[in-house]
């Protein structure tokens, strides 16, 4: 490491005084490359955190693990950002450390570089620079994350809406389900209401005697049990030939207005 170290600063112009801090040149090149390397992996995980469109079947249980998937995402980017706010402090740190966070001229007037000369004074602005890119990359990658995290609570807030849509479909065929059920029992109530007295009509007309098949009293047992029957089917009929009836006189009425104009 230290020769890596020393050949890469041989073209360096750099001259060392008394002042200990000039000595720590490479010390200080080396922790900036360390920090470069940890914070473009930071920033490249801020970046590569993004949101992506899970398809599903459009079924609860599909947007229900949907919504696990983004909650572990949230908690992710939640993790990321204190990682990224961590960096940040350690990055503040050394600034202060160095006095990078000065301006340039206060930084010039300070007693470190009062005995600098033109040289190290170049390459101290140049590192100065250096942490304060870095500082900045630090702080986009936040203010990325924080995009992400206004767009999965943005996600999440449209999931619920649309699972709320699902829950409400699902729940109106069940009711539409459980109507045509009790339609249907209510009908067959009706039937069984009408099929009685028919079957005790003809238990009565078909005992034997002047009213059995063949019998010249036989056909009284249709002309009271045809017509009893045929009320009793009208009456468990009616509310559906009112509906049909109303949706045709509602279509007729259109063509009849056309053909007034």
């Not at 479909?169 to 099929?195: D, H, W, Y």
């Not at 009456?235 to 007729?252: C, D, G, N, Q, Y």
């Amino acid at each position: 490491m230290f020769d890596f170290l020393t050949a890469a600063h041989k073209e360096s112009k750099y001259e060392y005084s008394e002042n200990p801090f000039s000595a720590t040149v490479y010390a200080r090149n080396f922790v900036r490359v360390a920090w470069e390397a940890e914070i473009d992996h930071r920033s490249n995980c801020s970046y590569s955190m993004v949101v992506e469109g899970v398809k599903n079947d459009e079924s609860l249980e599909a947007i229900r693990l949907h919504d696990r998937r983004v909650i572990e995402g949230y908690s992710s980017l939640i993790v990321e950002r204190m990682r990224v706010q961590y960096v940040r402090r350690q990055i503040t740190r050394i600034l202060r450390a160095f006095q990078y966070n000065l301006d340039s001229s206060s930084r010039l007037n300070s007693d470190r570089c009062q005995k600098w000369k033109g040289s190290n004074i170049e390459e101290i602005e140049q590192e100065s620079s250096f942490w304060k890119f870095l500082e900045k990359e630090l702080e986009l990658a936040e203010i990325q994350i924080d995009q992400h995290m206004v767009e999965y609570a943005q996600r999440a807030a449209l999931n619920e809406a649309y699972e709320n849509r699902v829950q409400t479909f699902e729940a109106n065929k069940q009711t539409m389900a459980a109507n045509r059920q009790a339609r249907s029992a209510g009908q067959l109530t009706k039937i069984a209401t009408a099929v009685v007295p028919s079957t005790v009509v003809a238990s009565i007309f078909s005992m034997g005697g002047n009213f059995a098949a063949g019998e010249k009293l036989f056909p009284i047992y249709w002309v009271i049990s045809l017509p009893v029957t045929l009320a009793l089917l009208i009456w468990v009929l009616h509310e559906e030939i009112s509906k049909a009836w109303s949706k045709a006189t509602v279509r007729r009425r259109p063509k009849e207005h056309e053909f007034d104009g």
